[in-house]
C-alpha cells in the first residue's frame, strides 16, 4: 500500500512565478491536509480539504495560495507570485476519516526554495 | 487544544529504553495525545496515540496517567535510526478545530552509540 506521494520534492522558482504542489494520499483516504514548515520552525497547519471541498483553510495565507482537491487526481496547493518567505517545506497528509480518533500519515514533502 | 510540555532535548544510550515525557494539564475529556516523530526533515511519522489506556504498538508504547495530566512514550530498545524530534500532540476527538495537528517545538532525541 502506497504512501503519501508528494511531487516535485524539490521546487525552484524565481520572485513572481507560481509554484504548483501535488498531493496524491494514501489508497482509500479522502481527506487532505496541507502544512508548511519554515526553517527551523515547527509544522503549521494549513487547510483541510476532502474531495471537491475546503473543509477548514484557516492557516491559509490570505492572499496567493489557494488549494484544491477534485474529484478526480491529486490535491493541489498553488502559490502565485511567491516571495522570498514563501521558501519552506510543505507536506501533505491524508487520513481515512475525521470522526473519534485518527492517525494523519503524512508525505515526504516539497521543498520550495524562491530565488 | 489543550497545550503540551515537552523538554527540548533528551539522550539516549543505543538499545537502551528511552521514556519521553510531555506535559498536557490542560487536556479535556475528549482529547487524545498523539506522538509523531520527524527524522531529519522528512515527512512526520505517526508512531501512537492514545486516550486514557496505555496503548502498544510495533513501535513504541504510550503510558498515559490515571488524570490524563501527563503521559510517556517509551521506545523500548532504541537504535540510532530513533534520532528524531519527537512531537506531543493533543487533540480532540472530531468536530470543528481538531482537523489541525498542533506542532510545538517536539523533543530532539540524540541515540547515542
Known amino acids: 500500500n502506497a504512501g503519501v506521494m508528494q511531487n516535485p520534492r524539490h521546487l525552484v522558482r524565481r520572485r513572481g512565478q507560481e509554484a504548483r504542489l501535488r498531493c496524491s494520499p494514501m489508497?482509500?483516504?479522502?481527506?487532505v491536509y496541507w502544512y508548511r514548515q519554515l526553517p527551523e520552525e515547527g509544522l503549521k497547519f494549513m487547510v483541510y480539504?476532502?474531495?471537491?471541498?475546503?473543509?477548514?483553510e484557516s492557516g491559509m495565507p490570505k492572499e496567493r495560495f489557494s488549494a484544491e482537491f477534485p474529484k478526480e487526481g491529486p490535491s493541489i496547493l498553488r502559490i502565485q507570485q511567491v516571495v522570498r518567505g514563501d521558501s519552506a517545506a510543505y507536506f501533505c497528509?491524508?487520513?481515512?476519516?475525521?470522526?473519534?480518533?485518527?492517525?494523519?500519515?503524512f508525505g515526504p514533502g516539497t521543498r520550495l526554495t524562491v530565488t | 487544544d489543550a497545550k503540551t510540555t515537552q523538554p527540548p532535548s533528551m539522550d539516549c544510550a543505543e538499545g537502551r529504553a528511552a521514556n519521553l515525557p510531555c506535559n498536557h494539564s490542560t487536556i479535556s475529556g475528549n482529547e487524545y495525545v498523539y506522538w509523531y516523530r520527524q527524522i531529519h526533515s522528512q515527512g512526520p511519522q505517526y508512531i501512537i496515540h492514545?486516550?486514557?489506556n496505555n496503548e502498544t504498538n510495533e513501535m513504541a508504547s504510550l503510558i498515559i496517567t490515571e488524570d490524563r495530566k501527563s503521559s510517556t512514550l517509551i521506545l523500548p530498545h532504541a537504535t540510532l535510526r530513533d534520532t528524531a524530534v519527537y512531537y506531543c500532540?493533543?487533540?480532540?476527538?472530531?468536530?470543528?478545530?481538531?482537523?489541525?495537528?498542533?506542532f510545538g517545538k517536539g523533543t530532539k532525541l540524540s541515540v547515542i552509540p
Open positions: 489508497k482509500g483516504h479522502s481527506h
Open positions: 492514545g486516550l486514557k
Open positions: 497528509a491524508s487520513s481515512p476519516r475525521v470522526v473519534d480518533s485518527y492517525e494523519q500519515y
Open positions: 500532540i493533543v487533540r480532540s476527538g472530531g468536530g470543528a478545530g481538531s482537523y489541525q495537528l498542533t
Open positions: 480539504l476532502q474531495k471537491e471541498n475546503i473543509i477548514d
